[in-house]
């Protein structure tokens, strides 16, 4: 007899609709945050309103804040994640689903949300802001933050998974949140970062994603000149305007660092999903069920025990 009763395809179109019946009905989450993306989306562009593209530190800190807002904003799953975990588990144990079904269907479910995120947040923020108007930049820039958002999505699901409990969880998420902020590149640059932490800068999907947009928009043709704005920016640094405005946040300039960016967050996705699995497979809180026995239950043994009568020898 087979371990599970579908394959793992059917299995996973049947948790995959059932993760998306759960998202549905979640009306207070999609509500929420529907209303938050607007709203941040509407007070970036209208405080950013058609920024000047010589403001390096406006622009960029346009950037980077988008890209935290999108994706530390999963943080705000993890209650519901660590709720869903025990159903997990007893229906795990009773072979209704596999773990990777599980965490794929999950992960697949979020996608439209992410999807509706990327489209309205990005869209108000780049073309209020001023951003490159091109249409190739603007879906790369919507692109990268579609990624960061799955990545995030996946790297707290992760958390939720490898903590035993929502109070382990919320500080572990905090403490993380922390080093993706401060190595992203934008707080401490690069060149003041300590050698012995460096690494972080290079696994810091935030640091990867505010890179990508960066080299996105200074490295497009309205950029990518010597002269700008009446600027000779060749004879002054040897460098085109683009390029030096990168360089005063140790940014590389080189546009296959999109790509890059692209193609690390994708992987970045895929290894917290597996990490997903493997905790959830290979390491369990499950707590075993305890029977109480209440005075009610206990007096009739200690009676009868009185009653029975004794045999002298």
Not at 64 to 84: E, K, N, R
Request: with cysteine; net charge neutral.
């Amino acid at each position: 007899m087979p371990e599970f009763h579908q394959s793992f395809q059917e299995n996973t179109l049947t948790v995959l609709k059932r993760q998306m019946m759960v998202m549905l009905r979640n009306i207070a989450f999609i509500r929420g945050r529907g209303f938050m993306v607007v709203l941040i989306g509407l007070l970036y562009g209208s405080t950013f309103y058609q920024l000047d593209a010589t403001s390096a530190q406006v622009v960029m800190g346009v950037l980077f804040q988008s890209v935290l807002f999108l994706g530390l904003g999963q943080a705000a799953q993890i209650p519901t994640y660590c709720d869903a975990r025990p159903i997990f588990y007893k229906q795990r144990g009773s072979n209704f689903l596999r773990t990777p079904t599980y965490v794929l269907a999950n992960s697949v479910s979020q996608i439209p949300w992410a999807l509706a995120e990327t489209i309205v947040f990005g869209s108000l923020v780049y073309w209020m802001c001023g951003l490159k108007s091109s249409v190739k930049a603007f879906v790369v820039f919507e692109i990268l933050l579609f990624l960061t958002i799955l990545a995030f999505a996946a790297w707290f699901f992760f958390l939720a998974a490898i903590s035993p409990n929502l109070h382990i969880a919320k500080p572990l998420s905090m403490v993380s949140i922390l080093f993706f902020v401060v190595f992203a590149g934008f707080v401490v640059p690069k060149s003041e970062m300590p050698d012995y932490f460096i690494w972080i800068y290079w696994i810091d999907p935030i640091a990867w994603c505010l890179r990508g947009i960066a080299v996105n928009q200074y490295r497009s043709n309205e950029f990518d000149v010597c002269v700008y704005d009446g600027f000779d920016y060749c004879t002054k640094y040897q460098m085109k305007m683009g390029e030096y405005f990168l360089s005063l946040y140790d940014v590389p300039s080189d546009k296959s660092w999109v790509w890059l960016a692209v193609v690390f967050l994708l992987a970045t996705y895929v290894i917290f999903l597996v990490f997903g699995v493997l905790v959830l497979e290979y390491k369990r809180y499950e707590s075993p069920e305890h029977i109480t026995l209440t005075a009610e239950n206990e007096e009739p043994v200690a009676t009868d025990a009185l009653m029975r009568p004794s045999h002298s020898m």
